[in-house]
């Protein structure tokens, strides 16, 4: 009876004021609550990535340190093709920025690579793959497993592939041909890159690690019988398109001549079987899940080799006997000679086109 009665001496209007002054004290405290919630996720977020710099800068400046496991046991020797040999010794100083070689990591990965097998149906399933572009005729055998074949219907344009890895080099003899060049449809890169990615899928061959993306492009004038590189567009009679393997571990792949792909083509402006004036494509694959760790020489020492004649010239400049170097740096070698690991080797790049590789990997874990 009480309790209902007070109820009824409350006026309407005073529990209106009352539920209001308790709505203005909750909008306050939430606001409160937002604003030092919004205060501690901004002070969260900034302690969170101050950490993960600090954690990164203390990466840098002491880098987890990677045992070497040395899984396939003592490496065979890299296989380089036969280089020019100086003519005399040469003697080499440091021109780099610093004026020291550039430091090196003390260890790196080495990767197995696969090779296919032959088979008895390896020469016939070869013949099927060569007739996709119009080499029909029965080949010349050159080597075990290497065979020659000549267009009956264009003698100048020939093939040779061996009938194992499926590697191959085209050639169409143009300097027997200058007509052809009087046909002015040179591809633009975009056109060019797309006609020799056609080209390689219409021989189902693949290109694995290769950056098909982003091939290196070259336009080539015509200067008596040769093609030379040409310096615009406009004096373009053909264009080069050279395909390079992608970066593992940030080391780039480096070839027996590293301004050259080992997948490669010139295409003219001419049509037909006259428009690939040369292909070549020698790409090893890679078995990325089968890879060991190994201890690598240390830049001064790979440096001593080159000093002392160890070591491959990929590009060595005419009758110069004093080389400055500007750079050196870790690279896996790409070679066209069949390998069963790749491996890394000390890239020395120096005047006038000099470069030179060693082999990275630290005795006692290479032949």
């Given amino acids: 009876m009480l309790q209902h009665h007070l109820e009824r001496e409350i006026p309407a209007r005073d529990l209106i004021l009352i539920f209001m002054a308790t709505l203005t004290e909750t909008a306050f405290y939430t606001r409160k609550y937002i604003k030092w919630g919004a205060v501690g996720l901004i002070l969260f977020l900034v302690l969170r990535i101050a950490f993960n710099s600090f954690l990164s800068y203390l990466n840098v400046l002491f880098p987890p340190q990677v045992i070497p496991d040395n899984a396939f046991g003592r490496l065979s020797a890299i296989s380089f093709p036969q280089s020019a040999s100086p003519s005399a010794q040469l003697n080499y100083s440091l021109r780099t920025i610093s004026g020291t070689l550039s430091e090196a990591s003390n260890s790196a990965t080495v990767y197995f690579m696969p090779k296919n097998r032959a088979t008895l149906l390896s020469l016939s399933e070869t013949q099927a793959l060569v007739e996709r572009i119009d080499f029909t005729t029965s080949p010349r055998q050159i080597t075990s497993t290497a065979y020659r074949w000549v267009d009956i219907t264009n003698p100048l344009r020939t093939i040779e592939l061996d009938i194992v890895s499926k590697q191959f080099t085209l050639n169409y003899l143009f300097a027997h041909d200058l007509t052809l060049f009087t046909e002015r449809n040179i591809p633009t ?57 992608q970066n593992y571990h940030g080391m780039p792949a ?58 491959y010239f990929a590009s060595l400049p005419n009758n110069e006997t004093r080389i400055a170097i500007t750079n050196s740096y870790l690279a896996y070698y790409d070679g066209m000679i069949p390998q069963l690991f790749y491996q890394p080797v000390f890239v020395f790049e120096g005047d006038q086109g000099f470069i030179a590789y060693v082999p990275a990997v630290a005795p006692p874990w290479t032949e």
């Fill in 254 to 311: 480096r070839t027996d001549k590293p301004q050259e792909g080992n997948i490669a083509f010139i295409l003219s402006g001419a049509g037909g079987q006259k428009r690939v004036l040369y292909a070549k494509y020698h790409y090893w694959p890679i078995d990325t899940r089968v890879s060991g760790i190994y201890k690598l020489k240390t830049p001064e020492q790979a440096f001593t080799e080159l000093q002392n004649g160890h070591a």
């Fill in 189 to 245: 890169p975009k056109q060019a890159q797309a006609e020799t990615l056609d080209f390689l899928q219409s021989l189902n061959l693949p290109t694995g690690d290769i950056v098909v993306s982003q091939p290196k492009i070259q336009y080539l004038k015509l200067v008596g019988n040769q093609l030379q590189p040409a310096t615009s567009e406009s004096q373009a009679d053909a264009v080069r398109v050279d395909y390079f393997r």
